[in-house]
């Protein structure tokens, strides 16, 4: 598992286009900041890392099943977000769908998790050597819009969800049981009276 909470520095992170997003570390609150300056252009950039030990190379050895992260928009939510890992030059992609100005996503790493590239098996041997990973933001309006990253992390185990707070967790088994038993009881009272 690794954890990036960006308590010393950027560790590797920065922008892919210079020149969108302006991409800073931004120390005295221990996150990445990126902003777009007013525009009426039509603007998408990325925090990245292609660099350093952590969220680069393999990922299905450690077993790693999840990738989350925090994202705050100071005022404006983006009107698109997409996590998105490369292997050289194959790209993958999942899109997000943010509804709060602060939130945790977390991605499941499974092709069938809604995931768009080549195919399954291109995804999965991507998944052995992870070569650059992206959270992907496009402006909404013209207006200046800053964008606050962190506590990135890749997760063993699974935790739900699978897309930020919009997504509805499944149901354990326990809580299927439960219901059943409820359901079977109001029907024994009913055919009993």
Do not use: C, H, K
Not at 177 to 193: C, I, K, N, P, Q
């Amino acid at each position: 598992m690794y954890l990036e909470e960006f308590n010393v520095n950027a560790a590797g992170w920065g922008d892919r286009d210079a020149g969108e997003m302006s991409v800073s570390y931004d120390g005295a609150n221990d996150r990445m900041v990126g902003f777009f300056a007013s525009s009426f252009l039509p603007m998408s950039d990325a925090f990245r890392i292609t660099s350093g030990l952590n969220f680069m190379g393999n990922y299905v050895t450690p077993g790693l099943t999840q990738i989350s992260f925090d994202l705050t928009a100071a005022n404006v939510l983006p009107s698109d977000l997409f996590l998105r890992i490369f292997s050289g030059s194959d790209l993958f992609t999942y899109q997000l769908n943010p509804v709060n100005l602060s939130d945790t996503y977390v991605v499941n790493l499974d092709w069938s998790a809604g995931w768009n590239g080549l195919n399954e098996a291109a995804f999965n041997a991507a998944l052995t050597s992870v070569t650059a990973l992206e959270i992907q933001i496009a402006r909404n309006g013209s207006g200046a819009q800053s964008y606050y990253l962190d506590n990135v992390q890749t997760l063993d185990t699974d935790l739900g969800g699978g897309g930020g707070s919009s997504a509805v967790p499944e149901p354990t088994m326990v809580s299927m049981f439960v219901l059943a038993v409820a359901v079977f009881s109001g029907l024994r009272r009913y055919t009993v009276t």
